[in-house]
């Protein structure tokens, strides 16, 4: 093993995936078209986290920063999703809504957004066990 396996130019950090988000979405020949997932960084990542933070009250007044997960899942893919573009103001307008997430709850049905919800969290490695990721080093 040599320490340049790790070296940022070897590295194949960002993955882009299709995916067939809903059957509704067409082409001309009447095939389903599919979207384009990417991942990202824990520094990306980290950022859309903090950005679903808010700061609520605790015990004795104390501030204590609480995530929403619902706000954080809709942030994490509308920056996963590259195709379509999510944030195009024409395609906003099209569903009456201002802002990506916002578009993605609108153009989506619930078992689409679902779907789509898993398909960003396991191009993002968050559908891995920690026990089977020891199991893979061990081997």
Same mark, same amino acid.
Do not use: C
């Given at each position: 093993?040599?320490?340049? =396996?790790?070296? =940022? ?22 095939? &389903? $078209? ?30 204590? &920063?609480?995530?929403? &997960? ?13 195709? &379509? ?14 802002? =990506? ?12 957004? =679902?779907?789509? $919800?898993?398909?960003?969290?396991? $191009? ?16």
């Amino acid at each position: 093993m040599t320490l340049q =396996a790790f070296f =940022a130019q070897n590295n194949a950090s960002e993955q882009v995936e299709e995916f067939v988000v809903s059957s509704r979405f067409k082409d001309e020949k009447g095939k &389903p $078209i599919p979207w384009k997932i990417k991942s990202m960084t824990e520094a990306e990542n980290e950022a859309i986290r903090k950005s679903a933070t808010i700061v609520v009250k605790g015990k004795h007044g104390t501030k204590v &920063p609480e995530t929403k &997960p619902e706000v954080y899942l809709a942030k994490l893919a509308v920056e996963s999703v590259v195709f &379509p573009d999510l944030k195009n103001a024409e395609l906003q307008k099209s569903y009456g809504v201002l802002g =990506a997430e916002n578009l993605l709850k609108t153009m989506l049905l619930s078992g689409e957004y =679902a779907a789509l $919800i898993e398909k960003v969290q396991s $191009i993002n490695g968050f559908d891995r066990d920690i026990n089977d990721m020891v199991e893979e080093v061990k081997n």
